[in-house]
């Protein structure tokens, strides 16, 4: 049993017999009640249906007991995700629906993990951080500092991240795969 307050993008638990898998979690307090709230969206992992439910953030829930194997992440063909088992090396398949939209993160080489229940591949999990090269932002200007201001880059994988003015085009920086978040400049 786990509380509210500790489900985050990733999670499987159980809630009246049906295995759910949270896509996304945010905590909250409604101004003039009680306790705080945790606003959820779930998946499904039978039918796939997925739908947002809001729990008291005291509430304990059960979690669903899953499988983790790590896998090389291989390629995409635009349709599916291709892995290959790092022990077996056998290869397996996920379709991008069921990524969770952690597809953004994923980069042909590198390790991630996948989740499965019951043999069924559920989804995957990526590094808490990962290290990508920008590849479209505006251009740095001269006297851009750590402290100005910011700008959206697309980095590889195609994610968009709010960086600092001072980084360009080519620059490698680190970003936080659970919020999305520009932590720090790699290199240049």
Same mark, same amino acid.
């Given at each position: 049993? $786990?509380?509210?307050?500790?489900? *985050?993008?990733?999670?499987?638990?159980?809630? =009246?017999?049906? @295995?759910?898998?949270?896509?996304?979690?945010?905590?909250?307090?409604?101004?003039?009640?009680?306790?705080?709230?945790? *606003?959820?969206?779930?998946?499904?992992?039978?039918?796939?249906?997925?739908?947002?439910?809001?729990?008291?953030?005291?509430?304990? $829930?059960?979690?669903? !007991?899953?499988?983790?194997? &790590? !896998?090389?992440?291989?390629? =995409?063909?635009?349709?599916?995700?291709?892995?290959?088992?790092?022990?077996?090396?056998?290869?397996?398949?996920?379709?991008?629906?069921?990524?969770?939209?952690?597809?953004?993160?994923?980069?042909?080489? &590198?390790?991630?993990?996948?989740?499965?229940?019951?043999?069924?591949? $559920?989804?995957?999990?990526? #590094?808490?951080?990962?290290? *990508? *090269? +920008? @590849?479209?932002?505006?251009?740095?200007?001269?006297?851009?500092?750590?402290?100005?201001?910011?700008?959206? #880059?697309? $980095? &590889?994988?195609?994610?968009? +991240?709010? @960086?600092?003015?001072?980084? =360009?085009?080519?620059?490698?920086?680190? @970003?936080?795969?659970?919020?999305?978040?520009?932590?720090?400049? +790699?290199?240049?």
């Amino acid at each position: 049993m $786990i509380s509210a307050n500790d489900l *985050r993008p990733g999670r499987t638990i159980d809630l =009246n017999g049906r @295995v759910l898998q949270v896509l996304s979690a945010e905590n909250f307090q409604p101004v003039g009640r009680g306790g705080g709230l945790v *606003r959820t969206k779930l998946k499904d992992v039978a039918g796939g249906g997925v739908f947002e439910k809001t729990f008291r953030s005291d509430e304990k $829930i059960e979690t669903a !007991h899953v499988q983790r194997r &790590e !896998h090389q992440y291989l390629y =995409n063909d635009g349709e599916y995700y291709y892995f290959m088992d790092n022990e077996s090396y056998e290869q397996v398949q996920l379709a991008k629906g069921d990524l969770g939209g952690q597809d953004v993160w994923l980069k042909e080489g &590198e390790t991630v993990t996948l989740v499965s229940y019951e043999g069924q591949l $559920i989804g995957v999990e990526v #590094a808490n951080t990962v290290d *990508r *090269r +920008v @590849v479209k932002t505006d251009p740095g200007v001269k006297g851009d500092t750590a402290t100005g201001g910011e700008k959206p #880059a697309v $980095i &590889e994988g195609g994610a968009t +991240v709010t @960086v600092p003015l001072f980084v =360009n085009v080519g620059d490698v920086v680190r @970003v936080d795969t659970r919020s999305g978040d520009y932590v720090e400049r +790699v290199s240049s």
